[in-house]
């Protein structure tokens, strides 16, 4: 399945950047293979290291999981993210905590990487070419392709996370003095890295926040989260998505109850009652509205 999912995120990388009309490809000239490697690289780094982060943990805590599952999707979509399956209940609150949060966190610092070296490896572009492009409109689209043009941003939507261009000229190539547009195909990896820890770190259900919140508030507290949750995801535009977490809970037995660990009465440790804000910060950080608000 992964091999599977290689395949169908590189061939909608092909089909994101073969557009004739892409504006970008004026001053991005590597083949469409190229482009497409990057992004497949970029994407599959930030989901296959979030699974990877649950796995590591329940290696540490000795849980029966299994490997992560890849989930293809037909191009333009390319993949529906990627699984773990948990055999066995945790043993306590701090296990389904470091479950819940681990993931996240990886898939979050690897988001941060990937958007850094979208930096590193930007084109330089000549003053008359970076207006050319800045007059587009490509740069405010659904996934921002930022532009900076001496102390000029392209303005557009990302999340709090991904606007770094205040620091670009520390991780931009030593020639590109303040000129130069992000790689394109990692920068999306990034975006949409962004997003999903987003849509994984939000407190409902059987996320990976809600996980994170049942660990600290128990069933009471997770269903006031879940509901929080359930606001956050309509408000912020991903009805969709908010919708199919209702389906979800109606079609299980237990509805908005999450992961029971065996030991439901010890409280999770003060720190990670501490770590609970860090979860809190990604939130903010990666928020950002629905595109088709």
């Known amino acids: 399945m992964f091999l599977v999912t290689v395949a169908t995120v590189f061939g909608s990388g092909i089909y994101a ?8 490809n004026m001053v991005e000239t590597s083949s469409i293979f190229t482009k497409a490697a990057f992004f497949t690289f970029g994407l599959l780094a930030i989901i296959g290291l979030h699974e990877f982060g649950h796995k590591a943990t329940t290696n540490y805590h000795k849980l029966n999981a299994t490997l992560p ?3 293809p999707g037909p191009p333009p979509i390319g993949t529906f ?4 399956s948990l055999k066995a209940p945790p ?24 958007a850094i070296l979208s930096i590193r490896l930007g084109v330089v572009v000549s003053p008359a070419l970076a207006d050319q492009l800045l007059a587009s409109g490509q740069f405010g689209a659904n996934l921002c392709l930022p532009l900076v043009n001496g102390n000029q941003t392209a303005s557009c939507e990302a999340p709090l996370l991904l606007f770094i261009s205040n620091i670009s000229n520390i991780f931009a190539p030593p020639n590109a003095h303040g000129l130069f547009i992000f790689n394109t195909q990692l ?31 128990g069933p009471s507290g997770h269903r006031t989260a879940t509901l929080v949750g359930l606001v956050i995801l309509f408000v ?5 998505f908010a919708f199919l977490l209702l389906l979800m809970m109606n079609l299980t037995r237990r509805g908005f109850a999450g ?12 720190s990670r009652k501490v770590l609970y804000l860090l979860a809190i910060v990604m939130l ?4 950002f509205p629905s595109p088709f608000l």
């Open 236 to 240: 912020s535009g991903y009805i969709v």
């Open 69 to 71: 599952y890849f989930i």
């Open 187 to 217: 920068w999306a990896a990034a975006h949409i890295g962004a997003l999903l820890t987003f849509l994984n770190i939000v407190p409902a259900w059987q996320l990976d926040g809600g996980h994170v919140s049942r660990a600290v508030f």
């Open 17 to 24: 950047w073969s557009r004739p009309d892409l504006i970008t």
């Open 284 to 287: 903010l950080l990666t928020f």
């Open 91 to 114: 043993a306590d609150r701090d296990q389904l905590f470091d479950l819940g949060l681990s993931g996240p966190v990886v898939g979050f610092l690897v988001t941060i990487f990937v």
């Open 81 to 84: 993210g990627a699984l773990i």
């Open 259 to 270: 992961i029971e660990p065996l030991d439901d009465v010890s409280p999770v440790s003060n």
